[in-house]
């Protein structure tokens, strides 16, 4: 029998063996490790229903799910907010079965407007679709030289731009810079930003495993930075920031080659350029490298809404709100956005 159970946010032990499960399951990603629970939560006080499926005594599956309630956005269940690929991670049907209905009983307990499952695989047909995302992935080849290759010309004429500058990258141990870049980046596409301890918190949850780059000038002025995951063999290229002068200096290109010929030195074999939604600047600017879309099943059950949620920058309805946000004072849009980006998840 097929037991659905709640991890608890002090019960390290379960959270060790729920990551080893993690781990070793194919279809798990970087976004179901346990950790997750804490930073969600820490940050942004979400009720969070991390579910495990057990046999035997064995961890058999997984779904982290959260609870976001808004006035202005609805209330829902998300496996899981504030990330690009969720859902069930299973080692049999049984369980990723299981662990559904109970999603879908705490749903109803509740009393959510939605379940939203982010997955990457469609698992249900009869369940409502929203296919505004992508993903872009692509194997690391084992040699630099070859990846510098393998990026179409015009983009690796960016990227070669970029060295011809002088441009280096850092590590750097800690957030300021990279969320100072990222502020600035959001708040120019007037869309609010995500609070620094959010960051903070991820570095200091998964440690090594989340890493700022952040590219620089001769004079050592920063102009592009990412935030990545490493997860297996794997480099996800998540959060992003550039300043104004990047675009001229070629930093954001040479930030994510930087990024890649460092991933091809350690030996990783996936380059995850993350989520992007379709027929965006983004989404054009990772297809000029040669990363082909793959689409993002986004799955719903709908209990009081009539369709699925748009609380993205596409909706037409938000234009005015994007407008009046680039021109607020950006140390207000770093103070203020945190009380609306908790709510979209």
Not at 121 to 135: C, I, K, M, N
Request: glycine share 8%.
């Amino acid at each position: 029998m097929v037991e659905v159970k709640r991890l608890s946010l002090q019960d390290a032990v379960t959270a060790a063996r729920w990551d080893e499960f993690v781990l070793a399951c194919p279809q798990a990603g970087f976004f179901h490790r346990a950790g997750w629970q804490k930073v969600v939560h820490g940050v942004f006080s979400h009720p969070t229903y991390f579910l495990y499926a057990e046999q035997a005594g064995q961890i058999v599956g997984v779904l982290p799910l959260a609870q976001v309630k808004s006035f202005l956005f609805g209330h829902s269940l998300v496996g899981l907010p504030f990330v690009a690929y969720g859902g069930v991670a299973a080692s049999q049907p049984e369980a990723a079965d299981a662990l559904e209905a109970e999603a879908q009983k705490i749903a109803l307990s509740l009393g959510v407007e939605h379940l939203e499952l982010r997955n990457v695989a469609r698992r249900h047909d009869d369940w409502p679709l929203q296919d505004l995302y992508v993903t872009f992935r692509k194997p690391i080849l084992p040699d630099a030289e070859a990846n510098m290759l393998a990026i179409p010309r015009k983009q690796r004429a960016m990227v070669r731009k970029g060295i011809k500058h002088n441009l280096r990258s850092e590590i750097d141990p800690g957030v300021d810079r990279f969320f100072a870049l990222f502020a600035d980046n959001v708040h120019r596409h007037g869309t609010p930003a995500m609070p620094k301890r959010w960051f903070q918190a991820l570095r200091a949850e998964f440690g090594d495993d989340c890493e700022v780059l952040t590219v620089v000038s001769p004079d050592g002025k920063p102009l592009s930075s990412v935030m990545s995951f490493y997860f297996r063999d794997e480099v996800l290229a998540y959060y992003g920031g550039d300043d104004e002068a990047a675009r001229d200096l070629a930093a954001n290109d040479f930030k994510y080659w930087e990024l890649m010929r460092r991933a091809c030195a350690r030996g990783l074999q996936v380059f995850d350029y993350g989520r992007s939604k379709v027929g965006t600047g983004p989404y054009a600017f990772k297809k000029n490298w040669g990363f082909e879309p793959t689409p993002l099943h986004y799955e719903y059950r709908l209990y009081k809404r009539d369709a699925i949620p748009q609380n993205n920058p596409n909706n037409k309805k938000y234009k005015l709100m994007i407008e009046a946000w680039r021109r607020m004072p950006i140390g207000l849009a770093n103070w203020l956005g945190p009380f609306i980006v908790r709510s979209l998840g």
